[in-house]
């Protein structure tokens, strides 16, 4: 997959899959299904670390991730979120900002929402690297949008969202994740840009689905919003695999003698 795949998959009508992905092992599993792109989202903050939001993110902490993905995920395209704030200071600190994640490994980035970025955006894009745009409930800005909320739901939000993402276009995002908004919102802006669109939470009609690693394996059970679908119960089977190791050793049935050294 490359950023001309991502037009063509639109153009052709195929859906595009994506996958959060953090460290190497799950890369290296990743690398051998048919998923078109990773994305090594600033929800690691949250899956791998433990916060209760994204904010926490820090560049360092995505670096590192981007790493450890790139290591293990073979020729994947992988996409690497900027952190919070890490794209709202000075110009210099910005583009060195994306520069740092396409050094650790990624081939592109993502940022959030539209007011104030276009022009990096554009920098960016200009000088060779690819950027995905994030519309709809952006977790870097929840402390001004009332939280984990469904966005769009009124009138004046849904234009400004439909207009965010024409801006986004226009200013050379490739492609475009949309979350938590109305189906209805999400199918109008799909059909509305020659880029795709990329849902989570925004319905079946978009031009591909992201989904979180650890939820479509069921092992977040913590918290499970509405429009996630966990594929295996991730959570059990891992529980199941630790309880027969523990039952194995107090019971004297591991290591058999295939697990020994002899002389
Ligand atoms: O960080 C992330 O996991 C994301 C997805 C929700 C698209 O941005």
Redesign the pocket.
Known sequence: MNIFDFYNRKKAGERIS?V?CYDYTSARILAQTSVDCL??????A??MHGYKD?IA?TLEMMCFHTSAVRRGAGDKFIIS?MPFMSYRKSRNKNIAAAEALIQAGAHAV?L?SAAGNTKLIKHLVESGIPVMG?LG???QLMNMQGGFKVQGKSEESAERIKQDALQLQEAGCFAL?L?CIPVELAQQITTSLTIPT?G?GAGPHTDGQ???FQDLLGLNIDFKPKFVKTFVNGFDQVKQGVDSFVDAVKSGGFPEDEHCYRN
Request: hydrophobic share 55%.
């Open positions: 994506m959060t994305l090594v989202g600033d929800s690691a949250m899956t994204t993110a979120d993502k959030e994030h409930l952006t977790l994740v979350e990329i989570i992201v989904l979180v």
